[in-house]
């Protein structure tokens, strides 16, 4: 498995921005699809963002999509998820996760074998 710990999370007016960070350790990075979900207090996990593992194919849901990017730097180890234009409904505590085996990124939590321990984020209004 993957060893994963978020950072960046914090709070911000409505139309500001945050960028998020994750740091992996363990399992070879550079080889794997990473992704970022997000959850609110009495909602599921949400699929936010997916990265291939060179970072040539990215996934977005239509909520965030146009105002958050997934990037990744694998000689660093960490993918980050940059978020701009942030609404009061993207509040939540996001989690960066590690795709099981070799495969595409991908907006199902279940593909994901690895995760980090969150980071909250909250929008203002």
């Known amino acids: 498995q993957v060893q994963l710990v978020e950072s960046g999370g914090g709070s911000v007016q409505a139309g500001g921005s945050l960028r998020l960070s994750c740091a992996a350790s363990?399992?070879?990075?550079?080889?794997?699809?990473m992704g970022w979900f997000r959850q609110a207090p009495g909602k599921e996990r949400e699929f936010v963002a997916a990265?291939?593992?060179?970072?040539?194919?990215?996934v977005y849901p239509d909520s965030v999509k146009g105002r958050f990017t997934i990037s990744r730097d694998n000689a660093k180890n960490t993918v980050y998820l940059q978020m701009n234009s942030l609404k009061s409904e993207d509040t939540a505590v996001y989690y960066c996760?590690?795709?099981?085996?070799?495969?595409?990124?991908?907006?199902?939590?279940?593909?994901?074998?690895?995760w980090g321990q969150g980071t909250q984020v909250t929008v203002s209004s």
């Open positions: 363990g399992r070879t990075f550079s080889n794997t699809a």
């Open positions: 990265i291939s593992w060179s970072g040539s194919s990215t």
């Open positions: 996760a590690a795709r099981r085996g070799f495969g595409r990124p991908d907006k199902s939590p279940l593909l994901y074998d690895s």
